[in-house]
T-cell receptor, first 114, second 115 residues
Framework: DADVTQTPRNRITKTGKRIMLECSQT?????MYWYRQDPGLGLQLIYY???????NKGEISDGYSVSRQAQAKFSLSLESAIPNQTALYFC?????????????FGPGTRLLVL | AQKITQTQPGMFVQEKEAVTLDCTYD???????LFWYKQPSSGEMIFLIY??????QNATEGRYSLNFQKARKSANLVISASQLGDSAMYFC????????????FGKGTHLIIQP
């Protein structure tokens, strides 16, 4: 089984709708991240969380919110989706302070906002 | 200012040849980490190799090695004996001590291995 899972894998929604993307991990990592990737570009950080009580904005957090329900679960919400939020969304995890720095990514969620 | 620069948008390489993918970075921190990820056409992000700024030796992982030149702020990925399955997008990324904890990515290099 995959260590980092994302649901749904694909989603089509309409402008103005609220949607939630979910991420779960079995790696036991403290840190979790949400990124988006636009066609032809690298990934950009949306939000990150050091633990359940610690949520931080990344470079492109406007229009998004997150919830860290448990160490293993980190959800990303689009309160009112707009077409330029069409992208590939990745969740990632890494160990905490003093641990391995590598971030391990989920398989991604392809989101299309019409 | 762009923190990660990948100057090769696309590369064509013959199978079994070695490949060097360029990456330069910009940071004022002394402690930072450099990563390479592979993204095949299926879309997932696959971790390849990591280099810490204090590591004295270049990182190696199987056919992958990272040519780390700290003074030049470069972290090139070398793939030895390329295979058809190496065809993918390759991203260089950095975590530095300032700002957010996440990674800063370059725009990637599209590598195509030809038989």
């Amino acid at each position: 089984d995959a260590d980092v899972t994302q649901t749904p894998r694909n989603r089509i929604t309409k402008t103005g709708k609220r949607i939630m993307l979910e991420c779960s991990q079995t790696k036991g990592h403290d840190r979790m991240y949400w990124y988006r990737q636009d066609p032809g570009l690298g990934l950009q950080l949306i939000y990150y969380s050091f633990d359940v009580k610690d949520i931080n904005k990344g470079e492109i957090s406007d229009g998004y919110s997150v919830s860290r329900q448990a160490q293993a679960k980190f959800s990303l919400s689009l309160e009112s989706a707009i077409p330029n939020q069409t992208a590939l969304y990745f969740c990632a995890t890494s160990e905490g302070v003093g641990g391995e720095e590598t971030q391990y990514f989920g398989p991604g969620t392809r989101l299309l906002v019409l | 200012a762009q923190k990660i620069t990948q100057t090769q948008p696309g590369m064509f390489v013959q199978e079994k040849e070695a490949v060097t993918l360029d990456c330069t970075y910009d940071t004022s921190d002394q402690s930072y980490g450099l990563f390479w990820y592979k993204q095949p056409s299926s879309g997932e992000m696959i971790f390849l190799i990591y280099q810490g700024s204090y590591d004295e030796q270049n990182a190696t992982e199987g056919r992958y090695s990272l040519n780390f030149q700290k003074a030049r702020k470069s972290a090139n990925l070398v793939i030895s004996a390329s295979q058809l399955g190496d065809s993918a997008m390759y991203f260089c990324a950095m975590r530095d001590g300032g700002g957010a904890d996440g990674l800063t990515f370059g725009k990637g290099t599209h590598l195509i291995i030809q038989p």
